[in-house]
């Protein structure tokens, strides 16, 4: 089972400041995913990436893969306080192994 | 369309008792997979099911199970509950090409285990 690393664990910032969070493995992936879960809730899916280099935006969310396909980040732009909560990527593993693999995940606090 | 129905909410069990967490997916999906997330071990995979199938299971004891009925809901049991249960349950669902749509999850069940 590969391993993804997210970085920071923790983040508290102000409302209205730019963040990255970011998602790193050794291993490659066909593709990545991004959740965003809230507390007393179940992870909502943001985004899927599947092309190396690939961005995406969703609103103030940019989402990049890396080149090598073997690591992401999500940047935030003017954070807001409904952007708190715990961002998760996530794997699915190749060869109709329909099982997701979540990284360590970010606990992100947008203090208003 | 209504989304991914996890029952109970929350629940209270006593070490030793069996469980029993009902998942009714999102209609038309045929895929069910179940997580267990605790603070220190994040989100892991228990197992998923396909047209009533286990495709798929996680690194969970025996006293882990699960199934899925024709009408693609499904429920995990657990039995003989240890402490370390505790934990938020989640089931998602997906249609089959789940890495092109993603997963869709419920708002889990709260176990506790006293």
């Known amino acids: 089972t590969q391993l993804l690393e997210q970085s920071p664990q923790f983040l508290s910032i102000q409302e209205g400041e730019n963040l990255t969070v970011y998602c790193n493995s050794s291993s490659v992936f066909s593709s990545l995913q991004w959740y965003r879960q809230e507390p007393g809730e179940g992870p909502v899916l943001l985004v899927t990436?599947?092309?190396?280099?690939e961005v995406k935006k969703l609103k103030r969310l940019t989402f990049q893969f890396g080149d090598a396909r073997k690591d992401s980040s999500l940047h935030i732009t003017a954070a807001q306080p409904g952007d708190t909560g715990l961002y998760l990527c996530?794997?699915?593993?190749?060869?109709?192994?329909?099982?997701?693999?979540f990284g360590t995940g970010t606990r992100l606090t947008i203090i208003p | 369309k209504a989304g991914v129905t996890q029952t109970p909410r929350y629940l209270i069990k006593t070490r030793g008792q069996q469980v029993t967490l009902s998942c009714s997916p999102i209609?038309?999906?045929?895929?069910v997979s179940w997580y267990q997330q605790t603070p220190g071990q994040g989100l892991q995979f228990l197992f998923e099911?396909?047209?009533?199938?286990?495709?798929n299971k996680g690194n969970f004891p025996g006293r882990f199970s699960g199934r899925q009925f024709s009408n693609s809901r499904s429920e995990m049991n657990v039995s003989t509950l240890e402490l370390g249960d505790s934990a938020l349950y989640l089931c998602?669902?997906?249609?089959?090409?789940?890495?092109?749509?993603?997963?869709?999850f419920g708002s889990g069940t709260r176990l506790t285990v006293v």
């Open positions: 209609s038309g999906h045929r895929s």
């Open positions: 990436v599947v092309t190396g280099g």
């Open positions: 099911y396909f047209s009533e199938t286990q495709r």
């Open positions: 996530a794997y699915i593993s190749n060869f109709g192994n329909e099982k997701l693999t």
């Open positions: 998602a669902s997906s249609p089959r090409s789940s890495d092109r749509y993603g997963y869709t």
